[in-house]
């Protein structure tokens, strides 16, 4: 099972497959996917996405009920998750709360699924507010990998 962050469906319909220019192929292959229980997204990312006015907010809001999977089924997980961001100050918290990076590692330690993110690594970070999403699922030892991969692991049954 995989988890989409906002930033990789973002980059996809922006550089490689936007969905006005082709909806089909990647965009027909999540959905079969998401039909499928194979790929899922946070109600989190639903937010960040949904605030945008444009073709992926458009095409995500009327499959909404494929994808979706409600912030309440994260919540059990998520101290797991803000522990592992180190010391937040209550400041932290609320920008954190603001995120939807949290709840997408929760729900990936819930449902023990791979996270897709196009988000680099940068292990070095002190500030909890500037930590990212594969740093966060390393220590929590969650699989974490970009869309590109995550197209390679899927193999032949992508016909892009």
Known sequence: MYLFDSDSLILANRHDFPINRDPGTFWEFLEEKGNQGQILIPEAVF?????????????????????????NDALPYMHFVLDTYGPVT???????N???????????????AS????????????NPCNKHIPDICS????????YPRFLWEMGPSVHI
């Open 47 to 71: 937010d960040e996405i949904g605030h945008r006015d444009d073709d992926l907010s458009t095409w995500l809001s009327a499959r909404r009920q494929i994808f979706i999977i409600p912030t």
């Open 90 to 96: 209550e400041i932290d918290l609320e920008e954190l």
């Open 98 to 112: 603001g995120k939807a990076d949290p709840y997408l590692v929760a729900h990936a330690m819930a449902l023990g």
């Open 115 to 126: 996270v897709i993110t196009n988000e680099a690594s940068h292990p070095g970070t002190t």
């Open 139 to 146: 220590c929590l030892n969650i699989v974490c990998i970009h």
